[in-house]
């Protein structure tokens, strides 16, 4: 089965979590999240480790109380406040570790997965200049699982919907590159939840929960950039399963984030 397939049959089942929500328009059919960069879940698996930087506490074993570490245990990821905003995305991140990350989240909580128009306006925001095809290549994913969706495949939100997506945990590794200093490149996995309301019904009964989806950036012309460039891409790894008490997802690097309160 390939990618689409996968995520219409993703978009089919959430809206059928959502068709009480959707009383202005969505008729069958569903929303999901969709895979920004073409990440194949089923092929994740543990790979050997990177070049990693850390971004803040250190060390996998027990604590002084004698249980093993956690991502739920760990002191979690802070997020850099940005500093503007262009196109619908946040930016004037830091060039720092953190500042990649922030990066990657806050573009992933804000972009319009179910809008191609305001999704190009985003993506050309935060895009390297040297992932030639990459925005078109998006677009396209956008619009086929809108269709998926049974939705037209040009358009914006069904009227009515509002997506909220939080990034629990992320997972970041520094990549090599023969033209940048060490750290401008950048490996995130993150972890997150989507909820979907209306006015009629604040709540989401059955909510996307435990998605994850992959960025490489790089610090380029001040700022960090999604790239998909082969050079990086081909350094990608699988890291194993994200949850808050598994000493496995700790060793393997998985951080909570810190959202401002």
């Known amino acids: 089965m390939d990618t689409h397939d996968?995520?219409?049959?993703?978009?089919?089942?959430?809206?059928?979590?959502?068709?009480?929500?959707?009383?202005?328009?969505?008729?069958?059919?569903?929303?999901?999240?969709?895979?920004?960069?073409?990440?194949?879940?089923?092929?994740?698996?543990?790979?050997?480790?990177?070049?990693?930087?850390?971004?803040?506490?250190?060390?996998?074993?027990p604590d002084a109380g004698g249980q093993a570490m956690t991502p739920e245990r760990a002191k979690k990821?802070?997020?850099?406040?940005?500093?503007?905003?262009?196109?619908?995305?946040?930016?004037?991140?830091?060039?720092?570790?953190?500042?990649?990350?922030?990066?990657?989240?806050?573009?992933?909580?804000?972009?319009?997965?179910?809008?191609?128009?305001?999704?190009r306006q985003q993506l050309m925001a935060v895009v390297s200049p040297d992932a030639t095809g990459y925005i078109d290549e998006q677009i396209s994913e956008v619009r086929k699982m809108r269709e998926g969706a049974n939705l037209p495949p040009s358009g914006g939100t069904p009227a009515g919907i509002t997506f909220t997506t939080t990034v629990n945990a992320v997972r970041a590794r520094t990549l090599t590159s023969s033209?940048?200093?060490?750290?401008?490149?950048?490996?995130?996995?993150?972890?997150?939840?989507?909820?979907?309301?209306?006015?009629?019904?604040?709540?989401?009964?059955?909510?996307?929960?435990?998605?994850?989806?992959d960025f490489i950036v790089k610090w380029q012309g001040g700022a960090w950039k999604l790239t998909n460039e082969l050079a990086y891409w081909k350094q990608r790894t699988f890291p194993v399963a994200y949850f808050p008490e598994s000493p496995y997802a700790w060793r393997d690097m998985w951080w909570q984030v810190r959202h401002e309160d």
Do not use: C
């Open 179 to 213: 033209e940048l200093p060490r750290g401008d490149v950048i490996h995130i996995w993150m972890n997150y939840d989507r909820y979907a309301t209306t006015p009629e019904k604040s709540t989401d009964d059955d909510p996307l929960k435990g998605e994850d989806i």
């Open 6 to 61: 996968r995520s219409a049959r993703k978009a089919k089942l959430t809206l059928a979590g959502l068709a009480g929500l959707a009383a202005a328009g969505l008729i069958a059919g569903g929303v999901a999240a969709y895979s920004l960069l073409g990440t194949d879940d089923s092929a994740k698996k543990t790979a050997v480790p990177t070049a990693t930087a850390k971004p803040g506490p250190s060390g996998s074993g």
């Open 77 to 119: 990821v802070p997020l850099s406040v940005p500093t503007g905003q262009k196109d619908g995305v946040s930016t004037g991140f830091p060039h720092n570790y953190v500042g990649a990350i922030s990066t990657a989240v806050y573009f992933w909580e804000e972009y319009a997965f179910l809008d191609d128009q305001k999704a």
